[in-house]
């Protein structure tokens, strides 16, 4: 398997050229942000170990990676859910089919009658043996540290060839571990990292990052207005359409058009900068997003002008 040295293509955006690192090429399901943040479980060696644990999202992107994952290694996943809606059940779609596809056991609250949080099913149900490995939410751990410290020497080794331009790395931020390490392992050589909080909103990134142990933090972008995660917003999708049709190339639904949105006003405000963004995958869940945003918004094109 091919997980590192993904290629980085130039675009131009409102006006503006910024380059991609195309993590959403490394592979069909293990990719992305996910793909650098289990690159350790990867390639180590655990010969003792049957199963795999952890909770989230039933269209989380770290359910598919981990089911590939798994896949990969032999073991089973059990992945937990607060709930899972009965029309996913009956039509999976996104994330949840995928990790279907490949033999995740996805497990709901309500399906095992308890009122705990899945987390904490595991911890006093479930009482995962030494057999088994449990990952908390997205894969956010200390042990994320390693591919992405890859992914960060995968960009100083190509930037020492493009001396001309002040390079400053963008990507969006959930739990904020990858933008966390990249900043960590980037800015002892003057590439400075921005991010966004998609999550939860900027106090709570913040705790994400000072949970992992880390005092220095990337710069978090302000946010216009409050954003809920995973409602539809018109300026969301208006984002996304005009970066599909400037650039060519497809975005995440849920985190990228946000922290493009925090990049109009740095990128005015930052005119000798030129960004490199990081493309962290994520496209499955755009099989389950995309739908509802044209149900809802059916007229809208790119670059159309909205009244925000």
Known sequence: MKLNNSPITQHQFNGRTFFLKRDDQLHTHFCGNKARKFMQLLEEEHPNITTLI????????????????????????EFYVDHLPQWLIDKPIGNYRGALDLGAKVISMQVVA??????????QVRQPGPDCIVLPEGGRSKMSEYGVKQLAMEILSWTRFEPKYDFVIA???????????LHKHLKVHN??????ACVGGNEYLTKQFEELGENDHPQVLPLETKHHFGKLYQRDY???????EETDVEFDLLYDPLMWQCL???????PDKTLIYIHQGGLLGNESMLPRYQRKYPEMTANQTLDW
């Open 54 to 77: 952890c909770y989230g999202s039933a269209q989380a992107n770290s359910l598919l990676s981990l089911a590939a994952l798994a896949k990969i290694k032999g073991w089973n996943l």
């Open 114 to 123: 308890s009122d705990l949080h899945p987390r904490d099913y595991i911890e």
């Open 171 to 181: 990507l969006p931020a959930g739990t904020g571990s990858t933008a966390l390490y």
């Open 191 to 196: 590439i400075p990292v921005i991010t966004c």
């Open 238 to 244: 208006q984002m996304w359409l005009n970066l599909l």
């Open 264 to 270: 109009e006003q740095w990128q005015q405000d930052n």
